[in-house]
């Protein structure tokens, strides 16, 4: 499975990203995932880009979900 690049992030949610992981003690690997679900979540509201409200809702559908 081929998957599509991220979408460069804007500073803002870089440091919302970066602030979460290392609040909860996140892997690299649920980094990964809040990202992969973020885009997901920007493609199904037909975004172009990531935008704050998927970046959150995506951190709180991992974190809910178990991913550390």
């Known amino acids: 499975m ?3 690049p991220i979408p460069p992030l804007d500073r803002r949610l870089v440091v919302i990203l970066r602030t979460t992981v290392k ?3 996140l892997s690299a690997r649920a980094y990964s995932r809040i990202l992969i679900v973020a885009r ?3 493609e199904c509201a037909q ?3 990531i935008a704050t409200s998927h ?3 995506a951190i709180q559908f991992c974190t809910l979900r178990g991913d550390r």
């Open 2 to 4: 081929i998957s599509e």
């Open 47 to 49: 975004a172009k880009r």
């Open 23 to 25: 609040e909860l003690n």
């Open 55 to 57: 970046l959150l809702e």
């Open 40 to 42: 997901r979540i920007a």
